[in-house]
């Protein structure tokens, strides 16, 4: 993987926890996730999006329940602290102040 592609992985997973913070409840399905990344100028899969909410999951950002075609994922206290800058995870690009 090149820096390049780094870069827009870890800022496809900020913008992820950022959208899950504004979402009622904390949570969206992966469809809807899909679409708000590429008015983001993130333009992924469907495939590719559920990929990143797994990687989320595994470190503790957010949680995923599979609902038939889609899946929700809900964001956790964790993941709060991480899109507003006050927790780190390499991966995921921090905030701007």
């Known amino acids: ?4 592609s780094d870069f827009i992985r870890q ?14 409840a904390y949570r969206a399905n992966s469809s809807v996730l899909t679409m708000a990344l590429d008015s983001y100028g993130h333009s992924l899969s469907r495939d ?7 990687w989320l999951a595994e470190q503790g950002a957010l949680t995923l329940q599979d609902v038939g075609p889609v899946m929700v994922a809900t964001l956790s206290e964790r993941g709060q602290d991480i899109a507003a800058g006050r927790a780190r995870v390499p991966g995921i690009k921090r905030p701007g102040a």
């Open 48 to 54: 590719q999006v559920k990929t990143e909410l797994h």
């Open 1 to 4: 993987m090149t820096p390049y």
């Open 11 to 24: 800022d496809v997973r900020l913008v992820l926890l950022r959208l899950l913070v504004e979402m009622t």
